[in-house]
Every structure is written in C-alpha cells, then in structure tokens.
C-alpha cells in the first residue's frame, strides 16, 4: 500500500520538497521505527518507488546512491537491512553523492557510476539496460570531474529528458569544469552544454587541447554546478536552468561562472555559445575570488501570487548569504543573457551578513558568508488555506528562515516571517503544513510549523553527522540517511490525503 513515491531529488519535478499527498502527522513523541547500517556509506538523499514487483514479492523500495558509487535498492519496510539487489560500476572516480531518479512510467531507475556514465537499471531486479545508448556517458574526466548533484526527468514538449550536471571535488581541484548533459529519453541522444567555453558542445577531455582547431578542453575551470537538485526545469517558461559556481563570469569568452543558465529543455542555449538568458550578480568577481559560490544551490522555483506583475520568479542564494529573487523570463532584466545584475530583490538571511554585501547594483559585495553560508536547497510551498506562497531557507550556522512571497504595487518581494531557534539543517521538505529537516549541529530530526515556525517535533535519537544527506517524507514515513553509515526510519501518525491506495 502506498499514498506516492517520490522519484527524485525534491519529490516534484520542480524540486520543491513539498509532498502534496500526505496529510496528519506528528504532535508529540518519538516514533522512531528502527534504523540500521547501510552496506556502504552514502552521502545523498533517497528516492521512494511503492508496489515494485521483484523476486521475493511486492515491496516498497529504497533507492541510495551510496559514496562509492554503488545503487543499493532495499526493502523500505523491513525493520532490517534487507537488500532487494545493488549495483556498482567501477571506475576512476572516488565519490559520487547524486541522488537516483525513477523514470515517470516507473520502470527503470537511473544513477550515476564512478566510470563516468548514467546507468539505467530495471527496478524490481536491477538488470542492467545496456542498449539505446545505455549506460550513457556524463563525464570523460571522472578523476577530476563529479557526478554530485541529483539527476532529474522531465517531460517537456519537446520530449521527455534526463538531466545529468557535473562539478568538482573538495579542494576545487584539477581540470573540471561543470556542465549539463541532457539525455533524451526515446532514443538517448545528448547535448551538452559547457559552462565554460560554452561554443564547444561536447564532453571534455581531461588535460587535453584547450586552443586550434582540434580544441577538446578548456583553459578555464571549476563552474561547477553544485546545488542538490542538479538542473530545474520549468514547465511555465519551458526552460530548464543550472547555476553554476564560483569560475571567470566573461560572455565575450564564453564564461559563465556563478550565474545561473537558462537553456531550452532539450539542454541548448540560443545558439553561438549563449544560452537562452542568463542571472549573474553584480559582485561576481568578488564572489569567484573569495570561493563564494552562488551555485551552492540551485534557483528554486517560486509560484507568483495573484496581483504580481512579475509571473516567472525564482529564488537563488548562494555562500554569501544572500537570498534572490529573480525573473525567470527575464532574468537580467534587459531581455538577453550576459549581463550582471537585475534581480528583483537581494537580501541577507541573517545578521551574520550585511546588506551590502548582497547589493545587486554594486560590484563590491560578494564575501563568503562563512558560517552565514547558505548550502541546502530551499524548500517551496503553497498554503492551500489562503495559496500564499512560503519559501524555507538555512544556512551553516544557526538560522532557518521562512519567507512569504507579498506583493506591493504588483512587485512581488520576499518577506521574512519566521526564523527558527533549532538550528539551521539540510535541505527541509514540506508535508501538509509541516516542514522537515535534519540539524546541522544537534543531529537530530526536527519538525515545525510551517507559518509560525513552532517546533512540533522533535527525533529522540541521535543520528551521527549529515552532510548532503537530507530526508524525505513519504507513505507515512520519514526516511534518512547519516554520515556514520545508517538508515533511519520514522513513523508519522498522520493519514493520507486520499487514503491507502
């Protein structure tokens, strides 16, 4: 029995974090279910499949993408360690902390490999696809260049694709520079789309020919796409968009560090080297000099409310501490990519960063907001009692901020309504007025509500450490993954929207 899955990263193809399906949940007490140890460490988020027939019966499954690049694909009912089937490409990467994705007809379930490719398993007994294209290559250079972020499927009217993005390792280290691959679905062609010397369309090769006529690299590096989500694609402007981190922002070379893209769904730009349209803020070069990335995560996809002139928005912050929003069909604001400045707001998330250094029409802003930096990817959701539109934000230290998007004159602006004395935490997920997340510091669960910030939950155990790990709440459980290894399971008292199904 199950009330929904949730197939990638963020639930939703939007990557909101907002779960529709559930309702109910915890008031008091802790309902921890169990918790084990994972074969293997895994440093990402899990993605939920119900009812999938595989050699032992029907089950619920877990999918994890594990460090060392394994798929595990587990029993998410079992009280134990049960392994329905797991999978590990080798190769010359050394760490992999992207989140799998299950294709919309519920079939096959993607993830990454340290050999540098997207492999495409069945997901009742994990029998490798290798035909169509399959496994499909994402990077040549996997000792230098990462598959860190989560990988995505949308339909689109173009076709229904899979995104795939890239950046470095700890230490930005070595030839890499980031960049989206985008697969289609029904007859797995690519494009490609550089980040740097973004006029070259095709995978680079590491330490190759960065100049003439044979060119297969780039002079420039990093612009790695770091945010959790990988690449976020809008039905409403029908583009899909990456950020990228700190590297050179020069258009006129074909640089596009910390901005973020807007390409079409199939993963081109307009053609020439340019994208569709471009968001790059005015203190970029500080921002590059000072490792303060605004790719630390992706734009989050924000719904105008009514009276807005502005339809399109997205909220972008990044390790200054900054929270933007920005056009999404115009984003600049001067109808063209390559161009810094233009977004509708820019302010810090807390006192530990002044507002000057997130001033969008000045270039002297851009410091690293060292513990006021902001890594996890902001969570999206519509208050179904009065469609308000609330955005939940943290960062490294100690806040957890909502904003609701208001409007004033038809300017929409985002308004701090709450921060929250738990402490700041992973990526938050939203389920039926709750918001969900797993402490930085105190390693713990923790539940509020989502308009007054009111702590309603809290977990009584432990769990040791989180990095890039954040949880999901599906079927009436919240699952989560921890840096020493383990696999922990709660259980809300909640019902479903529409009842067991």
């Known amino acids: 029995m199950h009330a929904t899955d949730w197939l990638q990263f963020g639930f939703d193809p939007a990557h909101s974090g907002f779960n529709r399906a559930e309702t109910g949940y915890s008031t008091a007490g802790n309902f921890l279910l169990y918790n084990y140890s994972l074969p293997t460490a895994a440093d990402s988020a899990p ?17 994890i993408v594990a460090k060392n690049g394994t798929l595990l694909a587990l029993d998410a009912d079992s009280t134990t360690l049960k392994v329905v089937w797991s999978k590990q490409p080798t190769g010359a990467g050394t760490l992999t902390t992207g989140s799998s994705v299950v294709d919309p007809g519920k079939q096959y379930v993607y993830a990454y490999g340290l050999d540098g490719y997207v492999h495409k398993y069945q997901v009742g007994n994990g029998t490798e696809i290798k035909s169509g294209g399959w496994p499909e290559l994402s990077t040549l250079k996997p000792g230098v260049e990462k598959d860190a972020a ?15 993005v890239t950046n470095g390792y700890i230490g930005d280290g070595g030839d890499y520079q980031g960049h989206l691959t985008t697969i ?33 690299d780039c002079a420039q590096v990093q612009s ?13 402007t029908n583009r899909v968009f990456i950020t990228t981190g700190n590297s050179a922002f020069d258009p006129t070379n074909f640089y596009w560090g910390d901005t973020v893209l807007a390409l079409n769904p199939q993963g081109t730009g307009s053609g020439g080297g340019n994208p569709v349209d471009s ?13 303060a990335d605004l790719g630390s995560n992706a734009v989050a ?37 390559g161009l810094a400045g233009g977004s509708l707001q820019s302010q810090p998330l807390d006192s530990s960063v002044t507002a000057a250094n997130c001033n969008d029409t000045s270039s002297s802003g851009g410091q690293d907001a060292g513990g006021g930096e902001i890594r996890a990817q902001p969570a ?60 930085l510091n105190g390693n713990d669960i923790v539940a509020l509500d989502a308009t007054t910030g009111a702590q309603i939950w ?18 009436g459980r919240l699952y989560v993954v921890d840096d020493g290894g383990n696999l922990w399971v709660f259980a809300l008292d909640g019902i479903f929207k529409n009842g067991f199904q």
């Open 301 to 337: 996809l924000v719904p105008a409310p009514n009276g807005s002139s502005y339809t399109h928005l997205g909220v972008i912050a990044g390790k200054d501490g900054c929270v933007r929003l920005i056009r999404l069909d115009n984003m600049s604001g001067h109808g063209a990519p």
């Open 150 to 164: 989560g990988l995505s499927i949308n339909a689109t009217p173009a076709g229904t694709f899979l995104y795939a």
């Open 184 to 216: 289609d679905l029904a007859n797995g062609t690519q494009n490609v789309f550089n980040t740097l010397c973004s006029g070259l369309t095709i995978h680079f090769i590491e330490n190759g020919s960065t100049s003439g006529s044979g060119q297969n």
């Open 47 to 63: 993605v939920y499949l119900g009812n999938v027939a595989t050699a032992s019966g029907v089950k619920n499954v877990l999918f």
């Open 458 to 475: 809290q977990s009584a155990s432990s769990l040791s450490g989180v990095h890039w790990q954040s949880p999901i709440v599906v079927n």
């Open 224 to 236: 790695g796409i770091w945010g959790r989500p990988g690449a976020i694609y809008d039905p409403a």
């Open 380 to 439: 999206v959701w519509v208050n179904p009692a009065d469609a308000s539109t609330w955005v939940y934000v943290t960062n490294l230290s100690a806040t957890f901020a909502a904003y609701k998007v208001v409007v004033t004159a038809g300017v929409p602006s985002l308004v701090q309504q709450w921060t929250s004395t738990s402490g700041a935490g992973t990526s938050p997920i939203v389920a039926n007025g709750t918001v969900y997340y797993q402490t």
């Open 279 to 291: 968001y790059t803020p005015s203190t970029y070069s500080n921002l590059n000099t000072n490792d």
